[in-house]
């Protein structure tokens, strides 16, 4: 029974973000990884789903009045239900092959400071998608599975990972989390700081897709040495004429736009350290820390980040895999890492 369970099982880890969804089949790796978008077209009063993912991503900003693009994941925590469902429901049926028998298992990962009735929509939500088991793990213990750290050992580990909605700095020893805390900065508050940037420096307004290009493009967290680093040209609007322009934007004007969401997650590594208990904390100093996550690949951000804390800092391999990657061995390796999933709260 057991052979033939490990044949056909389809079980599946999920990392449910506010910007990608990612999912991990047993045996297999990352199979999916899409925006967690949902587009939904209005007919007659009522409301079908157009497209998810990637294809839905690509309409936001860009939807006529009928069409409306949803982000159903905000600053790491389910803004709107329905359509979150809706996008579980959809990525489970689009990698669940149908020729198996049993119903799979599914770990999601959910942010450390969920509630008990989030984490109860989250767990519901995969039910009802199909799964016959549903197991929630925390994000910043994934984020550590993922990235290699010893996080059994009786040694402190900081992880941080700088998502598209939050930045969670966790410390963790023995298998558990020792302190955590969530900051709404991450990703989209960098897009949001370079709109505003341009919009208030240079009178352009551009896109939220556009403001993520550029931060992904040339992006950084530290002034470039010569005052400028490479530039990018981008298109907005002009806001004195409301014309379309053209403007050249530099490294150091991104670098002055990122300034604060930058200091904001310093910051909250910082009252992370200040909090832990000193043998942990000692531990932290020896050990560094680890990135993950998406905006853990901002240019420089690792090294703006060991100048203001003066701790070694990593980048995890795969930052942007991470999490899922860690759900997925706590389910490969269920066994050993049984305390860390949770069944039924
Ligand atoms: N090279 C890069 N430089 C800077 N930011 C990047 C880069 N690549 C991706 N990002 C940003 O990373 C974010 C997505 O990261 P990730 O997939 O880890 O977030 P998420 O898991 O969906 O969000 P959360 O964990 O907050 O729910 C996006 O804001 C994206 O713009
Ligand atoms: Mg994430």
Request: charged share 25%; glycine share 24%.
């Given at each position: 029974m057991s052979l033939f369970n490990g044949l056909f099982s389809q079980d599946m880890a999920i990392?449910?973000?506010?910007?990608n969804t990612l999912v991990y089949v047993k045996g297999r790796g990352v199979i999916l990884n899409e925006p967690s978008v949902v587009a939904y077209h209005s007919k007659a009063g009522r409301k079908e789903v157009l497209a998810v993912g990637e294809d839905a991503k690509m309409m936001l900003g860009r939807t006529p009045g009928s069409i409306e693009a949803i982000r159903p994941m905000r600053e790491g925590v389910i803004a709107d239900f329905d359509t979150a469902e809706e996008m579980i429901k959809h990525f489970i049926r689009k990698v669940?092959?149908?020729?198996?028998f049993t119903k799979p298992k599914i770990i999601v990962c959910v942010p450390h400071g969920a509630t008990p009735v989030e984490k109860r929509a989250i767990r519901q939500s995969v039910l009802s998608a199909g799964a016959r088991k549903a197991g929630l793990i925390a994000e910043p213990i994934a984020a550590a599975i993922g990235a290699g750290m010893p996080i059994t050992d009786p040694t402190g580990s900081m992880v941080v990972d700088i998502g598209g909605g939050t930045t969670e700095v966790a410390v963790l020893s023995l298998g558990d989390i020792v302190y955590a805390r969530s900051v709404r900065v991450g990703g989209d508050r960098m897009d949001e700081a370079i709109i505003s940037y341009l919009r208030r420096q240079q009178n352009i307004l551009i896109g939220e897709s556009t403001a993520e290009r550029i931060k992904t493009s040339i992006g950084t967290a530290r002034m470039p040495d010569d005052g400028r680093g490479m530039s990018e040209l981008i298109k907005g609007r002009d806001l004195l004429n409301g014309v379309p322009k053209e403007t050249e934007v530099s490294q150091a004007m991104v670098a002055e736009a990122l300034n604060e969401p930058v200091q904001q997650i310093c910051e909250a590594v910082m009252t992370a350290l200040e909090t832990t208990p000193p043998d942990l904390a000692a531990d932290i100093v020896d050990r560094g820390v680890m990135l993950t996550g998406?905006?853990?690949?901002?240019?420089?951000l690792d090294l703006a980040l060991r100048e203001q804390t003066g701790l070694a800092i990593s980048v995890a391999d795969e930052a942007l895999n991470c999490v899922a990657l860690g759900t997925g061995k706590a389910l490969e390796y269920e066994k050993r890492l049984r305390h860390v999933i949770d069944y039924d709260s």
């Open positions: 990392d449910l973000g506010t910007a669940h092959k149908r020729t198996t998406g905006g853990a690949l901002l240019g420089e």
